[in-house]
């Protein structure tokens, strides 16, 4: 059974970094307008993209499913705005390689008209887990701490193991992102209602909200609505402030003292994590009935004139938001979404934000990621000390580098959470991180090519079963039919005797049909004597007539 700690403890290695939030936080938590158009990916998650729903030229309304989630891991996805379809295809997306993918736009008409959407449900936390379990599938929430995993999943543990700990994941770790402070500062009724819900679709015996302990407002903003609603079951917990405190293991372990072990989850331990402004969107879509088309996006970093929290809806472009935010200013060098630590560069401003989109951030050359021209490994073992995965960077970055991907493994690889503390301290300027994002994909590509080729042959194995099974089954049914067609004994016999009777009739009339007795007993001697003479004449020729 976990317990939660009386002190949280401190993760393992990690990194002091500058905050840099207050410059986003000096103004409220407001929302972004609505654009003139809105591009709204079909993929948004971990998981199978969404299938379609609508055609251009469909009408739809705020709140509407535009796309169905095809299987379980998956989610739908709703128009943010009213408006019509004007187009369906191929738009950038927020995706680190810059590629393009299926996206619906929606011209929106600016009546921001909402749909009845039948999220919403009476005695929630009454309610059967299945039931919520349902509802937050239909509203098409993932977790918005970045990582788009469908809540609705999370939500099922699939164990009958009790769950012993909720953890609400508040300790935004990352430097310049402060969407969850926002939230906590500006809407902690919403989340605490939504935590209580969560509490009972998991049925979690203890639950407790992990905040940076650089959060004071946060904190305050949370106890404060916990008393409000008399819910004194639900522990709000300042963790202290280090990078990357907010990473799912690392919290547990800064709570509860517990190491979730290698390539395991936390369920393993009987404990779920989930982020805070999940836990907001999980109440707004079951006491609202409004499914997940907006989220708050942090947009601060030099090159942005006025940085802010905006409550942005899904499929805004990013260019809308920095305008918001009076637009660019001359510093800026490099669009990133995410945090320096560990988001990405975005190749243009015209990419939406997502359901995953938590920071735009417009940095200046300052405040740029360094790169530059990586030398080779001095075997400092600086990485190693920062690492809070407990993992052995350099050697990930050898075997990575010698495209080992055995030996990569037994070094626990996929327990690295990319947090990029040992690139960041590398002296050589290795960009370490890059290499294991490198042999993560290789390893899944030649696991799922490997897939691929055992069900090619397994299909294979199957057909040559089936022409087998199918050749046996018609030779069979060709014999049943030869034995059914073959005459029986008996039958035979009777039908010899038929052609033999046959046979007789016609030899007897060739022989004459003098030999049938007639009665001439009422003819006249004339006629009598003409049947004789004809008799003559019939026998003397052989009986032809
Ligand atoms: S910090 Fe860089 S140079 Fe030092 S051991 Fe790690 S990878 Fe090598
Ligand atoms: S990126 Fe991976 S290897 Fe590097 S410090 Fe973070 S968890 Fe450790």
Redesign the pocket.
């Known amino acids: 059974m976990v317990t939660l700690l009386e002190k949280p403890k401190h993760i393992r290695g990690g990194l002091h970094l500058d905050v840099n939030k207050a410059q986003s936080l000096q103004q409220p938590l407001r929302a972004a307008g609505v654009p003139e158009h809105l591009f709204i990916p079909l993929s948004q998650h971990i998981g199978e993209a969404a299938e379609l729903l609508v055609e251009i030229g469909d009408e739809v309304l705020k709140g509407q499913s535009i796309a169905r989630s095809p299987g379980y891991i998956s989610a739908p996805v709703h128009a943010s705005s009213s408006g019509k379809i004007v187009a369906i295809g191929d738009y950038p997306v927020p995706h680190p390689p810059g590629m393009q993918a299926p996206c619906v736009v929606i011209e929106t008409d600016g009546r921001d008209q909402s749909a009845d959407t039948g999220l919403r449900m009476d005695d929630v936390l009454d309610a059967d887990p299945a039931e919520i379990r349902q509802r937050v599938r239909a509203a098409g929430i993932v977790g918005l701490g970045g990582a788009g995993f469908p809540t609705s999943v999370k939500l099922n543990t699939g164990t009958t193991r009790a769950v012993d700990l909720l953890v609400i994941n508040a300790a935004e770790c990352e430097p310049y992102i402060s969407c969850d402070e926002a939230l906590m500062c500006g809407r902690s009724k919403e989340i605490v209602e939504g935590v209580r819900i969560i509490r009972r679709a998991l049925n979690a015996r203890q639950v407790v909200i992990g905040v940076e302990d650089n959060m004071p407002k946060a904190v305050e903003s949370l106890q404060l609505s916990l008393d409000e609603a008399g819910e004194d079951t639900i522990r709000v917990t300042p963790v202290p402030t280090i990078y990357p405190a907010g990473g799912e293991k690392q919290l547990i372990y800064a709570l509860a003292g517990e190491e979730v072990p290698s390539q395991g989850l936390p369920i393993d331990l009987g404990i779920v994590c989930h982020n805070v402004g999940t836990a907001a969107a999980v109440a707004r879509a079951l006491l609202q009935g409004e499914p997940l088309i907006s989220r708050v996006v942090t947009v601060t970093g030099e090159g942005v004139r006025q940085p802010a929290n905006l409550e942005v809806r899904i499929g805004t472009p990013v260019a809308e938001l920095i305008r918001e935010c009076g637009g660019y200013t001359d510093k800026v060098a490099r669009l990133l979404m995410g945090g320096p630590m560990m988001g990405f560069s975005l190749s243009s401003d015209a990419v939406p934000a997502i359901k995953t989109t938590n920071c735009i951030l417009a940095a200046s050359y300052r405040e740029t990621p360094k790169t530059g021209a990586a030398g080779p490994?001095?075997?400092?073992?600086?990485?190693?000390d920062v690492c809070p995965a407990g993992l052995l960077?350099?050697q990930l970055?050898w075997y990575a580098h010698a495209r080992d991907f055995d030996r990569i493994q037994d070094y626990n690889l996929f327990d690295c959470i990319e947090c990029g503390c040992?690139a960041q301290?590398?002296?050589?300027h290795?960009p370490?991180v890059q290499y294991y994002r490198f042999a993560k994909t290789e390893i899944w590509s030649q696991e799922s090519e490997r897939q691929f080729s055992d069900m090619a042959r397994q299909r294979h194995e199957f057909r040559i079963e089936r022409l087998e099974r199918e050749k046996k089954a018609l030779e069979e049914r060709r014999a049943k039919a030869r034995k059914a067609l073959k005459p029986k004994v008996g039958d035979a016999t009777a039908k010899q005797a038929e052609i033999t009777a046959a046979l007789e009739r016609v030899k007897a009339k060739k022989a004459g049909q003098s030999v049938v007795p007639r009665n001439t007993s009422n003819l006249t001697e004339e006629q009598r004597a003409k049947i004789a003479a004809a008799d003559r004449r019939r026998s003397s020729t052989g009986g032809q007539t």
């Open positions: 490994c001095i075997r400092c073992s600086d990485c190693v960077p350099q970055y040992c301290v590398c002296p050589s290795i370490l």
